[in-house]
Structures are given as C-alpha cells and as structure tokens.
C-alpha cells in the first residue's frame, strides 16, 4: 500500500507539466520502445476482444494501442490526476471514451472494486510501489488470461542509477521514491499465482516480461 506521504510524492513527480510533455511525445512520436515491447507481448497471446486493465496508466499508450489492436474495453488506474486527464484528453480525441474507464487511486486499495480483466498491464509501475507483493499479488489476482508488466533490471549499473535518482529525491525534499524489486522476485509471485513467463526483453535498464496463465481460472 501506498502511503500518504508517498503518494504525494508520485502526484508532485508526475505532474501537469510531466503529462503534458508525454502526452505530446506519445502524438508525435508513439510508444516509448520498452512500451512498444510490452504491447507486443500482449498483442502476441492475442488481445482481440480481450479487456485490459492498465496500472498506472500514465497517458494511456498501452489501452490506445491495445483498443486499436481488438481488446473491448479498458480501466485505467493511476494515483495522477494529471496523467488521468490526460490520458481522457487522448481517449476523446482516438474515440476511445466510451470504452475506457478512468479511476483514481492506489491500486492496491481500489481493487477490490475492480472486476477481473483479460490482461493486466503494468507498466514501468512496480518500480515505483514499495510494496511488490502486494501490487504484483493483486495485479495476478485480476488477471484472468495475461500479465505484463516493465520493471528494471538488478544490474549494478541499474542499482547506482536508481540510487542518485532517490539521493535527488531527498535533496528536493521529495518524498517520491524508486524501488528495485529484485525480478526474481516478481517472477516467483506470478508463478504462484499460476501464470508461467512467455517472454522476456532487455534493455539496458529495463525487463519487459509477458506472463500467461496455465489453465483457466
């Protein structure tokens, strides 16, 4: 669970001028490319009237793209009212509002009220969530048929990044924190929960990992 303090952190760190700034790069120049991995992985267990729940949605670019693709209908969270308006503004304008429903909140909190989706994605999410069992847990527990989820690497070179980032953190007296859950980890909760890894991309900083369920539920 998010606290308050945290919480407020992510809203302060994704802001009005950090949505803004994305929504225009996703018109201009589409998907970054560890989002593009990501929604090809999804495409490739097939989205096709298919509905998604996306965690900490950001502007939107999975749902636009997976809505494109055939799935229904989406919902998606996020803690940022700034990231929500903005990624309704590009829901209106794609013609996608009447098929993507909008919630505010701590997913973790929330999902109680959310009913089972097809796929679940998340994002570049976990990293920012302190407490991974409990995201990933309950993202498992709405998936009916696929998780998907970008996270970052446990590499040294990755680890020092995210250390200067928090010591930035401190010195600009934010409370906004990131966190690197080991991977091996988050792959062992998903396999708990029944899902077994169909693929798996690299970048320098990130993992891109796609996950499936093994029999029905």
């Known amino acids: 669970m998010i606290t308050c303090c945290h919480c407020e952190g992510i809203?302060?760190?994704f802001g009005r001028r950090t949505a803004d700034w994305e929504l225009r790069r996703f018109r201009r120049r589409g998907p970054s490319r560890t989002t593009r991995l990501l929604?090809?992985?999804?495409?490739?267990?097939?989205?096709?009237?298919?509905?998604?729940?996306d965690?900490?949605?950001?502007?939107?670019?999975?749902?636009?793209?997976?809505?494109?693709?055939?799935a229904t209908t989406a919902v998606h969270v996020d803690v940022s009212p700034d990231y929500l308006?903005?990624?309704s503004e590009e829901a209106a304008r794609l013609g996608h509002a009447g098929r993507v429903r909008f919630l505010r909140g701590d997913f973790v909190e929330?999902?109680?009220?959310?009913?089972?989706?097809?796929?679940v994605t998340l994002d570049r999410v976990i990293c920012?969530?302190?407490?991974?069992?409990?995201?990933?847990?309950?993202?498992?527990?709405?998936?009916?048929?696929?998780?998907?989820?970008?996270?970052?690497?446990?590499?040294r070179f990755v680890r020092a990044g995210i250390a200067l980032v928090n010591l930035a953190m401190r010195i600009r007296r934010s409370p906004f924190r990131v966190f690197l859950?080991?991977?091996?980890a988050i792959d062992a909760m998903?396999?708990?929960?029944?899902?077994?890894?169909?693929?798996?991309?690299?970048?320098?900083?990130?993992?891109?990992?796609?996950?499936?369920?093994?029999?029905?539920?």
Do not use: N
């Open 85 to 87: 308006r903005a990624a």
């Open 11 to 13: 809203e302060r760190q």
């Open 110 to 119: 929330t999902a109680p009220e959310l009913e089972r989706a097809d796929v």
């Open 39 to 53: 929604v090809d992985g999804a495409r490739a267990e097939g989205v096709g009237d298919r509905t998604l729940l």
């Open 190 to 217: 998903l396999v708990e929960h029944g899902f077994a890894r169909r693929s798996l991309r690299r970048t320098v900083v990130w993992e891109v990992a796609v996950y499936a369920r093994e029999r029905a539920a």
């Open 128 to 155: 920012c969530y302190p407490d991974m069992p409990a995201l990933v847990g309950s993202a498992a527990a709405k998936a009916r048929h696929v998780v998907a989820a970008v996270y970052p690497r446990e590499t």
């Open 55 to 70: 965690i900490g949605g950001g502007v939107g670019a999975i749902h636009h793209l997976l809505l494109d693709a055939g």
């Open 181 to 184: 859950h080991p991977p091996a």
